[in-house]
Structures are given as structure tokens and as C-alpha cells.
């Protein structure tokens, strides 16, 4: 094992006193006793014979990792399930047909019994042990020797986890957990390793010098790579880096511009989590919710970056120098921000901007509030009866007002979806009304969209402005305009205004449903 560190879990801190005192007839007790650990250990089984005794498909189950080993698998029983006859077709399983026999047992190093019958499966784990044999027993820890840990491969890479069959379904969780924090290029590295293997050892013979070596790998440029998706380039510095003969010395920092969605953190992408994870610096907006924020990286250095229409804290020119300061430093910098980089987010500017410095960078997309908002207030952007485009605008200040094409957005059958709005509402109106969109256009305002807290305000264009004033709507907040957004009156179904669906009596077979129109 490579350096496992056991916290230990103090049984008895767990019990109550009570149950601490049971004695050796209750349950405390036995539970007070907690079992040793497993010891784990990963088996070269290739070439090796492995029996599995079972023909369904908790056997099958079994049998498909063995194979995959390179084990000689034999399966007894007297009928094999469809997947398993195809195995068999194929020549990649020996079928021992019959009921189960203790001479199947004779000559292999393995055995796991996956019966339905409990008698056949403890059979199975006897005569295994009378010859010292590993044997699992499926879905049984009474009588099963050696547990199959939940696991999570990544190339040469195994992460193996077990609860001793204390808690499968959280070790299962465990490794869920771990699926999605570690990505592929974690296998990536660990094979160019295992081709590079003796150039390594070759270029750095002296051992302390090629664990440094092998420290920068990771964490540096040919990470970095990987991360990126860049297999030749990363293959390529790597090459280099053995050629050079000494550790990366100064190693150039990235930059990740991340979508961090708009606020439920459900919604931010896997490699956005990913990148929070890895950071050394995030440079967030205050729009970033906290949730999100708590997926970072715990020791990551955390700056606030405000930048929304009035509180010009920090400037764009102050931001590009600390992704500049940083990234020179060769830091891992994540720039994060709210929805998506490249929606209304200046995120181009960014980019133009580490371009110019060689720095290099990449973009994780996120979820733009427009897309969140209106799932979360059940308006379908376009739909084939009431719109056939949808337009993302801003119009948070006079001079992106009158840049507008109002021809254009005032068409009827679109929808707009108007970030920063909120403001500029009476200007707004006026276009759009000018321009011949009717007063009866229903829009909706979506504050908070996605959020714990969010609001929606459903009106027309004619009373949008008043609407907005009556409740004080605030930032963030989005407006939706069109046909499509009086469909969220009856679709709703987030947070308190999600409209009552009621199931009426079943008429004969068909069922009707009532939805409540006066949410
Ligand atoms: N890049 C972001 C938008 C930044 S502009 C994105 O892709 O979502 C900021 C504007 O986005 C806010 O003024 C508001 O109009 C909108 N916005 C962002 N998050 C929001 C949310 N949770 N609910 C409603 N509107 C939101």
C-alpha cells in the first residue's frame, strides 16, 4: 500500500453509554468490537485460473472484471444466463456444467461463489477453505474471506475502495465521489510513466533526483497538459523534460477561465469542480455563490474580484494584472465567474489579454443564467408554437440601450433574454413598444434565478417597469420577454411560486391533470 494513513474511528465514541454497557448480548457490545481492518492487496491474475460458481447475472457480473485481468475463467453451473453463453461462444470463459463440484476447486487461485442458493454458495466457501483457498462469497460477509472493493480505474491507475461490508452503499458514494474528482489525465500521466519507465530511471539514476523529477510532473506543465487535453503536446514536454536531465525549474502558471453557473452549485460543470479543485488562486465575481465557492480547494487563495454595473472595486485593468501576477508566479489560477465566461462576462477581454502575455489559458463553459433562469422559472426559451429564436442582450446602461437593433428584438414570436435589466426597464419598454411589439407581451422577471432564494414576477411589457419597482426586484435578476414566458405560469415547478399540480379522480383509463393557474 502506498502511504494509507488510517484515521481511526473510536467505536466507542459512537455509542451511546448505554449501549457501550449492553454487554455480549446486545448489539453495542458486538458493535463496541469493531472488526480488524481488511488487508488489501491488488492480484495479478493473468493466466491465472478463477472459478466462479453461478450462471445469472450477479455472476456475470463477476466474471466480466476477471476477464478484463486476464484471468482463465471457469464458471459452474448447470445453465449459463445469454451473457454468459456468449462469453462462452466467444472462448473467453470455460463453462464446468453442472451443480457444483469440490474438485472444480482443485487448481485455481481464486474462487467467488454468486449463487441464489445459499447452501451451494456455502458449499463453495468451505471446501475454499479446507484448501486455504480465497474464496468470495457474493453479497454475504458472514461467510465470504475476500471482499471485491468498489473501484475507480484511471490507465494503470486503481483506486480500490472497501467498508469491510460495513456500509457498501456509502463506499459505493465514496467512489462516486472520487469518479468525479479525479479526471482521466490522472491515468494519462501514470501511463506516459509506464512507457517512460527505464528512460526515467536512465536520465535520473540518483533516487532523490528522480522523485523530484517525478513531483514536478504532475502538478507542472505536462499535468497541465494532460488537463487540457493536449496527449501529444504533454507526451512531447515530457520527452523534453527527460532529455533536459533536471527538474522543471521555474514552471509557467495557467489560467482557467471557469463558468461557475448561476449559483446552485449542482449546476457547475465536473471539470469546472475539477479546476476549483486544483487551484492555487481563485479570482471570483461576487455574483460566484458561496455554495459554489465551498467546492474549492480549501488552501486556495480566494480574491474577490466585484466588478458588477456600480461597484467598480476592482477594475478590468485591475484584474488582468493579478491573473498576471499570479500565472507568472506559476500558480494554477482559476478566473471564475458567474454563469458563463463568455456571456456578458468580458471573458474575450481576458483571453485577448493573457494572449498578449503568453500565458497560456483555457475555458471551462458554465451555465448562463438565462439557461438557468428559465428552467428554474419553467419558461422554454423557444417552443414551435411561441418563438422560433431566442437573443441574449444586455441593456444595463444608455449606451448599450441605444446600440441595440430595436427592429430587430422587436419581432414578434422571439424571446429576449435581457441581463442586467433591471435598471434600464422604462427604456426598454419604450423601444420595444416604439418599435411595434405589442404592450400584451408577456415577460417575466427572474431574481435570483436557481437559487434558494429566487423570485419570479410575471407581468406584460406594458406594466414591466411598475412590476419591477412594486417588488423591488434586485440584482442578479433576469427579464424574459416573449410569448414563451407566460408558459411559466402553468410550468413553474422551482422554489415557492412552482404552480400546484393536482391529480383529478382518474376518469376510466385516462388521467387528468389540473394545474393551478393562480401561482
Ligand atoms: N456571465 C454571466 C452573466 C454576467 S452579467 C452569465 O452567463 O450568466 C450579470 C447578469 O447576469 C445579472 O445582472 C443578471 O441579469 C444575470 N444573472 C446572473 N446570475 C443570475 C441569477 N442567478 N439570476 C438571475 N439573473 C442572473
Redesign the pocket.
Known sequence: MEGARRLPVAADALLSPSEAKVGARGEGANAAEAPPPLYPLFLNLAGRPVLVVGGGEVAARKVLPLIECGADVRVGAPELNEALKKLKTEGRITHLEGEFQPHWLDDVFLAIAATDVVEVNRAVADEGAARRLWVNVVDDTELTRVQVPAVVRRGPLTVAISSGGAAPVLARQLREKIEQSVDESFGQLAELLRIFRSRIRARFSHVPSRRKFMETLWPGEVGELLRASRLDSARACLIELIEAGEPEGSREGFVSLV?AG??DPGLLTLKGHRRLQEADVILH?R?VSREVLELARRDAQFIEVAK??GTHHTTQEGIHALLLEHARQGKRVVRL?????????R?GEELEFLRAHGIPYEVVP?????L??AAHAGIPLTHRDHAQSVRFV?A?CRNSIDALDWCALAQEKQTLA?????SGLDTLRERLLAHGRAASTPAAL??????AE?RVFHCDLASLPETAKREAVK?????ILGEVAALGRALAWFGKHAAALTALEPAKSTVLLRIDMRA
Open positions: 463558468g448561476p449559483g465575481d455574483l458588477e454595473a465567474k458567474g454563469g458563463d465566461p463568455f456571456i456578458f462576462g471573458g458554465g451555465i448562463t443564467a438565462a438557468a433562469c444586455t444595463h435581457v441581463y442586467m435589466g433591471v427572474i431574481e435570483n434565478g436557481s437559487r429566487q440584482s442578479p435578476a433576469l427579464l
